[in-house]
């Protein structure tokens, strides 16, 4: 019962839950948090930081380890049971995503993977024995958030206008974009399909969210006037940004294993258009028609045909 507490009532269970390690404040040379005296007379940490402390380190590992094991399970499910979708790569192709596109969408995944599992040890660092392979695990974290940083917002620009809500979108979640069945139909998506472009937001402004936490949590030093105005401190500002950036990473981690398993095993070739920059005829008929029936009405069609002809 006292688990389900602090996700029916945060701010009724404040202040009543036990501490599963004292003293878990962020740590910093020269840092006037340093003391723990220090921290505990500031107002409200025997309230939110415990709650804080609490929902840290006991339900963010609880979550990530189901999402680590959940996500991949429901996709192996799909996989077996429904399998990969599959097109002809015979006839034309047609460039979809040019050089310069794939060139940041890559920056952006050299980042991601190295943040992703160097941030499960960071989180299980007890488990992976901590000391040495976990420092490293967070240097690598730091050199991943900055790879990631470099492309997100050229990533952003570059497809936000084709990611913008449509109301096709509707129809398109209505079928789930056709992935709960083998039967090759067409699906309305333009570029992007709905499902891209939930990944899209999601990576994108929920990415910046992520960098802009992980900044307050590696120079947690910062002092801003504004906010003491506002009656908000250093830490209380510290253990949000941890709960904002653990609990997003949850959902861009899930988010994350299925853009994998989409590009990699649930429509066969798909990499290839991150790699090339081209997809088949018989694909955007079906996955994408309404692009499709764009490129042939506009007269595009053979110029972006040409530009993948070898
Ligand atoms: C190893 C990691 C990754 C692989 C193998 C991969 C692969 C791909 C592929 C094949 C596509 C084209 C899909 C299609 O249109 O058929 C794609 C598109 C895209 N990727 Fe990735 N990607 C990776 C990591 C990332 C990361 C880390 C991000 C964002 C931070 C990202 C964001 C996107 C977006 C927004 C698109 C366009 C929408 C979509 O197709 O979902 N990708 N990726």
């Not at 945060?10 to 501490?19: D, E, H, R």
């Not at 499910?77 to 794939?102: E, T």
């Not at 007890?126 to 392979?133: A, E, L, M, R, V």
């Amino acid at each position: 019962m006292k688990k389900i507490m602090p996700i029916i009532g945060t701010f009724a269970f404040a202040g009543t839950v036990p501490l599963a390690e004292p003293n878990q404040a962020p740590v910093h040379h020269g840092s006037a948090l340093i003391s723990p005296q220090l921290i505990e007379a500031i107002p409200g940490w025997h309230k939110y930081g415990e709650l804080f402390l609490y929902l840290q380190t006991h339900w963010i590992k609880t979550i990530f380890l189901i999402v680590l094991i959940a996500v991949p399970t429901v996709f192996l499910i799909h996989y077996l049971i429904i399998g990969p979708k599959i097109f002809s790569h015979h006839g034309r192709k047609f460039l979809v995503f040019p050089n310069w596109q794939r060139i940041i969408h890559w920056i952006a995944a050299a980042g991601f993977i190295l943040l992703v599992p160097t941030g499960i040890m960071i989180i299980y660092a007890k488990f992976f024995g901590g000391g040495t392979p976990v420092r490293f695990a967070r240097y690598l974290h730091d050199i991943g958030a900055v790879l990631f940083g470099i492309a997100v917002i050229p990533m952003f620009l570059m497809w936000l206008k084709d990611m913008l809500p449509r109301l096709w979108d509707i129809k398109w979640f209505m079928i789930l974009g056709g992935y709960l069945s083998k039967e090759k139909k067409e699906i309305p998506a333009d570029k992007f399909n709905a499902g891209q472009k939930m990944w899209y937001w999601l990576a994108t402004l929920g990415g910046m969210i992520m960098i802009i936490t992980g900044v307050m949590m590696y120079f947690q030093d910062f002092d801003i006037a504004l906010l003491k105005n506002l009656n908000l401190y250093h830490i209380d500002l510290l253990r949000l940004a941890v709960i904002v950036h653990l609990l997003l990473a949850i959902i861009v981690v899930a988010f994350f294993f299925t853009h994998l398993y989409m590009s990699l095993f649930a429509i066969k070739g798909s990499l290839q258009s991150m790699i090339d920059g081209c997809k088949s005829e018989d694909e955007l008929k079906h996955l994408h028609s309404i692009f499709y029936k764009r490129i042939i009405k506009e007269g595009k069609d053979k110029e972006l045909a040409e530009k993948c002809e070898k």
